[in-house]
C-alpha cells in the first residue's frame, strides 16, 4: 500500500489512509481477501483503485453493500452499518432463533472512563 502512497492506520493494520495535497482523504479497509475504500472525492478513489489492482490480482466488484458481514447502506450523508443477517445466521445455528430475551444491566454505579493514552498494538486481535 505504501507503493501506491497510502499510510498504514496505527491503532489497526487493516485500515489504510492516502491523504492528497487538497484535503482529499482516500480510506481502504483490507482483511485477508476483502478491500473497501471510500473517499470525499469520487475521481481519486477510482484513481487509487486503478492503482490498487495494478499492483494486486483483484477485481472491482462496485458500490460496497457488504463487508465481513456487515451490510452498509448509503443514505444521504449517512453510512448505515447493519449486522441483523449475520447474527441471524449465528442464532439460527446455535438453534436460538426464537429464544427468549433478557435484559443484562451494567452492575449498579458503573461508570465508563475515556482511555486517553495511546493505542497499544498488542491489544489488537
Not at 501506491?4 to 492516502?18: K, R
Not at 460496497?64 to 447493519?82: V, Y
Not at 435484559?103 to 493505542?119: E, R
Request: net charge positive.
Amino acid at each position: 500500500m505504501r507503493k501506491i502512497g497510502f499510510e498504514c492506520f496505527q491503532s489497526d493494520a487493516g485500515i489504510f489512509i492516502y491523504k492528497a495535497s487538497n484535503r482529499d482523504i482516500v480510506i481502504t479497509m483490507i482483511y485477508v481477501d476483502d478491500s473497501g475504500s471510500m473517499s470525499n472525492n469520487a475521481t481519486l478513489v477510482k484513481e487509487k483503485k486503478k492503482a490498487f489492482m495494478g499492483i494486486w490480482e483483484c477485481h472491482n466488484l462496485g458500490e460496497l453493500n457488504e463487508f465481513l458481514g456487515i451490510t452498509i447502506r448509503c443514505s444521504g450523508r449517512k453510512i448505515i452499518l447493519d449486522q441483523k443477517a449475520y447474527l441471524t445466521k449465528v442464532l439460527d445455528h446455535f438453534g436460538m432463533t426464537n429464544a427468549i430475551t433478557a435484559n443484562m444491566p451494567l452492575p449498579y454505579g458503573y461508570t465508563s472512563i475515556a482511555h486517553t493514552g495511546n493505542p497499544d498494538p498488542t491489544l489488537r486481535i
